[in-house]
């Protein structure tokens, strides 16, 4: 009967780590796209700034 429980308790165990890693790796996923946006972001705010702060000649 003990043995039984713990190969129970094992499987639902690696059931809710199996769960977990798929989790932790949709997460990682959402940052990395999160990571690149901001990035992005950065890139045309500077570019922006670039442009407004020196207009082009008209000469």
């Not at 308790?9 to 690696?14: F, N, P, Q």
């Not at 796209?33 to 901001?38: C, S, W």
């Amino acid at each position: 009967m003990i043995g039984g429980r713990m190969l129970m308790e094992s499987s639902a165990l690696d059931a809710e780590l199996l769960a977990l890693k798929k989790r932790v790796d949709e997460l990682d996923e959402q940052v990395r796209a999160l990571t690149a946006a901001g990035l992005a972001l950065t890139r045309g705010l500077e570019n922006l700034q670039r442009i407004t702060a020196d207009p082009p000649s008209s000469g």
